[in-house]
T-cell receptor, first 113, second 114 residues
Framework: DAKTTQPNSMESNEEEPVHLPCNHS???????IHWYRQLPSQGPEYVIH???SNVNNRMASLAIAEDRKSSTLILHRATLRDAAVYYC??????????????FGQGTTLQVKP | DAMVIQNPRYQVTQFGKPVTLSCSQT?????MYWYQQKSSQAPKLLFH???????NEADTPDNFQSRRPNTSFCFLDIRSPGLGDAAMYLC?????????????FGAGSRLTVL
């Protein structure tokens, strides 16, 4: 069963901010929230991760709800190169220390010039 | 640069002809994963190695096997590929014990079955 819920697709205009939502109502207390993205014909790449506090890096920001049941990936200024499938992923709660990550369906982001 | 390298990038095989895909890493990560990604679908975990310990997903067909002869290399063997096995196969690595367990992916091996 999928552990996260994301919209199938979103559109954005170039150079505008993009907010990609993710619901994860069954998250456990020690699960990290990861975001990866996959450009066409490439392997997924890491974007950002967080546990409880909001996080910023050079690629994006991650806003985590206080109850941790949802999060939002924020691209501050979308470019055409940001067009990709964005995956919100939780560390599988049953994995113990092996740390396997299970992908949901992801959000396909289209960026319009 | 430290990275995850998959070979070959493209593999064409005939129905039922065994195939081996390889993955190597220079990150010294203790976990290596194999994912299968079919067209327009999310990556699906097949199995992973935590050091030498093999962990198979419950729904991974017996047709898929894996070997990890050392820390740096991991192989995916498809014993008798069917048309439904045509997909992108992604290798990923991570270091368990590093907190967030960030995965580093290779570029993938695209398998075509004729």
């Amino acid at each position: 069963d999928a552990k996260t819920t994301q919209p199938n697709s979103m559109e954005s205009n170039e150079e505008e901010p993009v907010h990609l939502p993710c619901n994860h109502s069954t998250i456990s207390g020690t699960d990290y929230i990861h975001w990866y993205r996959q450009l066409p014909s490439q392997g997924p790449e890491y974007v950002i991760h967080g546990l409880t506090s909001n996080v910023n890096n050079r690629m994006a920001s991650l806003a985590i709800a206080e109850d941790r049941k949802s999060s939002t990936l924020i691209l501050h200024r979308a470019t055409l190169r940001d067009a990709a499938v964005y995956y919100c992923i939780l560390r599988d709660v049953g994995s113990g220390n092996t740390g396997k990550l299970i992908f949901g369906q992801g959000t396909t982001l289209q960026v319009k010039p | 640069d430290a990275m995850v390298i998959q070979n070959p990038r493209y593999q064409v095989t005939q129905f039922g002809k065994p195939v081996t895909l390889s993955c190597s890493q220079t990150l010294n990560h203790n976990v290596m994963y194999w994912y299968q990604q079919k067209s327009s679908q999310a990556p699906k975990l097949l199995f992973h190695y935590y050091d030498k310990d093999f962990n198979n997903e419950a729904d991974t067909p017996d047709n898929f096997q894996s070997r990890r002869p050392n820390t740096s290399f991991c192989f995916l063997d498809i014993r008798s590929p069917g048309l439904g096995d045509a997909a992108m196969y992604l290798c990923a690595t991570s270091r368990v014990g590093s907190g967030a367990n960030v995965l580093t992916f290779g570029a993938g091996s695209r398998l075509t079955v004729l």
